[in-house]
C-alpha cells in the first residue's frame, strides 16, 4: 500500500513569511497526526484529526498555527507568521481507526523547514 | 501516559546483538510498550509492540519482565544499516486514537 505522502520536502523561509505543508495519509486512515520534530528530540505532537474532526491540539501554538482537514482525508498545516523556533521537520502520520487494539501510527518523511 | 527513560546513545559493531533497554515505572495496567525507529531524513517506523513476556518479529524481539516496569528492545545481528534512533513509547489500549509522546530516543550507531 502507498505510504503517507508529505509535500514539500523542504522548504526554505524568512522569519515573518507563511508557509504550508500538505499531508496525504493512507487511503481509508480516519486518524491524522501532525508532529513537530526540532533537531535532536524526538516529534511532539501538534495535533490530532478523527475524519475531520479535531481530536487534541493542545500543544499547537494557535496563534501563528493551524490545520483543517476538511475533507476527512488530506491536511494542510500552516504557520503564518513563522519565527526562528518553527525550524524544524513537520511529520504527518496516520493511523486506522477501530480494528485491532493499538494499531501503530505510520509516519511520513516530513517536510524540513529552516527560517533564516 | 507513562513516562519512558532509555539511554541517549549506543554504539555497537556489525554482527553483534544488541540491547536497548527502556524504564517505565509508572506504567499502567492497560498500558501496552511500543519501539519505532527513525533513519535520519525519514520519520519513525513501528518496529515492534507487546504487553508481557516476550514478543518477537522478523526484525526485532521485545522482552517484558513480569513487574513491566522496563523493557528491551533486542536486535539480533546489527548491521551498519541499523544505525538509527530507536524510541520507546508507553500508551493505553483504551487511548482515544493512540497517541503517541516521544522522548529523546536511543541513537544507535553501528559501527563496521
Known amino acids: 500500500e502507498a505510504g503517507v505522502a508529505q509535500s514539500p520536502r523542504y522548504k526554505i523561509i524568512e522569519k515573518r513569511q507563511s508557509v504550508a505543508f500538505w499531508c496525504n495519509p493512507i487511503s481509508g486512515h480516519a486518524t491524522l497526526y501532525w508532529y513537530q520534530q526540532i533537531l535532536g528530540q524526538g516529534p511532539k505532537l501538534l495535533i490530532q484529526f478523527q475524519n475531520n474532526g479535531v481530536v487534541d491540539d493542545s500543544q499547537l501554538p494557535k496563534d501563528r498555527f493551524s490545520a483543517e482537514r476538511l475533507k476527512g482525508v488530506d491536511s494542510t498545516l500552516k504557520i503564518q507568521p513563522a519565527k526562528l523556533e518553527d525550524s524544524a521537520v513537520y511529520l504527518c502520520?496516520?493511523?486506522?481507526?477501530?480494528?485491532?487494539?493499538?494499531?501503530?501510527?505510520?509516519f511520513g518523511d516530513g517536510t524540513r523547514l529552516s527560517i533564516l | 501516559l507513562a513516562k519512558t527513560t532509555q539511554p541517549i546513545s549506543m554504539d555497537s559493531y556489525e554482527g553483534q546483538e544488541v540491547n536497548i533497554t527502556c524504564s517505565h515505572n509508572n506504567i499502567a495496567t492497560n498500558d501496552y510498550i511500543t519501539w519505532y525507529q527513525q533513519f535520519p531524513s525519514q520519520g519513525p517506523r513501528f518496529i515492534i509492540q507487546g504487553y508481557k513476556t516476550k514478543v518477537t518479529n522478523e526484525v526485532a524481539s521485545l522482552f517484558i519482565p513480569a513487574d513491566r516496569k522496563s523493557s528491551t528492545l533486542s536486535l539480533p545481528r546489527v548491521s551498519l544499516s541499523d544505525t538509527a534512533v530507536y524510541y520507546c513509547?508507553?500508551?493505553?489500549?483504551?487511548?482515544?486514537?493512540?497517541?503517541?509522546?516521544f522522548g529523546q530516543g536511543t541513537e544507535l550507531s553501528v559501527k563496521p
Open positions: 513509547l508507553v500508551g493505553s489500549i483504551y487511548n482515544q486514537g493512540g497517541k503517541l509522546i
Open positions: 502520520a496516520s493511523r486506522p481507526l477501530g480494528g485491532e487494539i493499538n494499531q501503530p501510527q505510520h
